[in-house]
């Protein structure tokens, strides 16, 4: 147990919108999600259904970055520093993290407003690629992935999607590993030379939990970290997609998304969103620089690693 939300942050309301519509037996009060690392070794994360931004400073003490009117879902850090959010209830949002200003950024794919974002990823040239989940599944298989180029060019990769949710590029940058809630699997979605995307396929199939897949990391080796709502764990599986190794929950089963952090980039943190807590593993390889970690030339920024 590395941090765990203080009880008077847990106001929201059991019948707030948000959680209104959620199915039963999921958290209300608070939800935890969207761990990222600045490049000065902070751990930050959101609180969807109270509309919050924590940075969390080392001895695990929660202090309030922003408040405002909305539901953020995933949180990731430009490599110029700014904070960029995926918000579910206003699509993708811009935030300082010295004023804690939030502004829209993306609000809306040409006149249609988004479904409901989820998860967002840097990729080394500087194009955003973010998940629509809105209340997609297996009965509404319409969620969206869509790339957002560095030159401001929104595309959509897939639409086909029921409930796509995590989301982080292999160590070449070739593929996208998809997290598919509702699906309990993660997709593989291979990017083609002129951009779209050939041949999306069923990376890892998982099974049981009430939940599903949900956020995702790599380590420096390409093993990918699958945050698993409702089983109270974290897979890892290599490169191959076999199994490495499972670490789980020592609180709830809300396991809900994960970020590689510590001076050594060595240290997991997972947001465990039924108990308002952050876990810590030690692990025995470091997570893959990030995007905000690394300058244009790829050497990592002082400050550790993130992912």
């Known amino acids: 147990m590395f941090a765990r939300l203080p009880d008077e942050y847990r106001r929201a309301a059991p019948d707030n919108e948000w959680a209104r519509y959620q199915p039963q037996g999921g958290p209300a009060t608070s939800l935890l999600e969207g761990p ?6 902070t ?23 922003a408040e405002y009117d909305g539901w953020p ?30 502004r829209p950024f993306l609000t809306r794919a040409g006149l249609a407003p988004f479904k409901g974002c989820n998860d967002l990823f840097f990729a080394g ?29 929104l595309e959509c990769l897939l639409s086909n999607v029921p409930s796509p949710n995590g989301l982080v590029m292999n160590l070449s ?33 998982l099974s049981g939990g009430w939940g599903g897949p949900d956020g995702l990391a790599l380590d420096v080796d390409g093993r990918l970290f699958i945050a698993h709502v409702g089983m109270g764990a974290v897979w890892v599986v290599d490169a ?27 240290t997991l943190y997972i947001t465990e969103s039924g108990s308002g807590s952050i876990l ?22 002082p400050g550790g690693k993130g992912a």
């Open 36 to 41: 990222s690392i600045d490049r000065d070794g």
């Open 43 to 65: 751990l930050w994360c959101v609180d969807l259904p109270n509309g919050r931004v924590y940075r969390i400073t080392p001895d695990g003490t929660f202090h309030v970055a």
């Open 73 to 102: 879902n995933g949180l990731k850090f430009h490599e110029d520093g700014r904070i960029f959010i995926a918000d579910y209830k206003h699509g993708i949002m811009e935030m300082d993290p010295v004023n804690g200003r939030v």
């Open 125 to 153: 040239n500087g194009d955003l690629y973010f998940t629509d989940q809105g209340l997609t599944g297996l009965h509404d298989p319409t969620g969206r992935l869509f790339r957002l180029t560095a030159a401001g060019r």
């Open 173 to 205: 940058e070739t593929m996208v590993y998809l997290a598919v809630t509702r699906g309990n699997c993660v997709w593989r979605v291979p990017l083609s030379p002129d951009g779209g995307v050939a041949k999306v396929g069923v990376y890892v199939q």
């Open 240 to 266: 191959m997609g076999e199994p490495v190794y499972r670490i789980r929950t020592c609180a709830e089963a809300h396991t809900t998304n994960v970020a590689f952090g510590g001076a050594d980039g060595r």
């Open 280 to 301: 810590a593993a030690r692990l025995d390889r470091p997570g893959r620089p990030m995007f905000s970690h690394a300058d244009r030339n790829g050497a990592v920024r």
